[in-house]
């Protein structure tokens, strides 16, 4: 049974940077027919999925257009988590930010962490 | 502006069907295969249909999904109150502008 574990602060004041890490438990980040993704829900904007990371003999990134300039996702195989940068935030960034992992061969986001709720505010 | 287009509600009550439509293009769901998620505030997007008709274990047969051409929906039959929920289809784009429509929130009247 594969569980992700969120951790990260819940505020972040404008300009900063957002930071979250997805811990991963019963897969491995380096696994070679999944991917993990950063997705997050806001009452504007709906589910807007934001980037994801995975291996394929090396490790490959796509972000969503929307935030390709100020977004930085990353593994780390020694803790086999990866981790979500959001720089220059503003309150627009203002969501519940899930972590998920995508079944290549399924073809659908299987598992998901609990959610963070993060805030853009001074 | 989203890729993929629905409806921003539906509603329906106890017993009758409703159907979500979810509209994108050659790019996305004319390419590849759409999933479907229900939503409930506080919690983790449940998926319902996968491979554009496809249903995993434990998801009622009241759901189905189809797809034609840029084009898929999401039908639910005997309407009951707890699938009051947000309903998002997914499909991966080409230009990674969006994955995820922009969704749908069911009320069951």
């Known amino acids: 049974q594969v569980q992700l574990q969120q951790s990260g602060p819940g505020l972040v004041k404008p300009s900063q940077t957002l930071s979250l890490t997805c811990a991963i438990y019963?897969?491995?980040?380096?696994?070679?027919?999944?991917?993990w993704n950063w997705i997050r829900q806001s009452p504007s904007r709906g589910l807007e999925w934001l980037g994801r990371?995975?291996?394929?003999?090396?490790?490959?990134?796509d972000y969503a257009v929307s935030v390709k300039s100020r977004i930085i996702i990353n593994p780390d195989t020694s803790k086999n988590q990866f981790s979500l940068q959001l720089n220059s935030v503003t309150p627009e960034d203002t969501a519940v930010y899930y972590c998920?992992?995508?079944?290549?061969?399924?073809?659908?986001?299987?598992?998901w962490g609990q959610g963070t709720l993060v805030t853009v505010s001074s | 502006q989203s890729v993929l287009t629905q409806p921003p509600s539906a509603s329906g009550t106890p017993g009758q069907r409703v159907t979500i439509s979810c509209s994108g293009s050659?790019?996305?769901?004319?390419?590849?295969?759409v999933s479907w998620y229900q939503h409930l505030p506080g919690t983790a997007p449940k998926l319902l249909i996968y491979?554009?008709?496809q249903r995993p274990s434990g998801v009622p047969d009241r759901f189905s999904g189809s797809k034609s051409g840029t084009s898929a929906s999401l039908a639910i039959s005997g309407l009951q109150s707890e699938d009051e929920a947000y309903y998002y289809c997914?499909?991966?784009?080409?230009?990674?502008?969006?994955?995820f429509g922009g969704g749908t929130k069911l009320t069951v009247l």
């Open positions: 998920a992992r995508w079944d290549h061969e399924a073809g659908y986001f299987d598992y």
């Open positions: 019963g897969d491995s980040v380096s696994s070679n027919s999944v991917g």
């Open positions: 990371t995975y291996y394929r003999s090396k490790w490959f990134n």
């Open positions: 050659s790019s996305n769901i004319g390419r590849k295969p």
């Open positions: 491979n554009n008709n």
């Open positions: 997914a499909a991966w784009d080409d230009y990674l502008v969006r994955v």
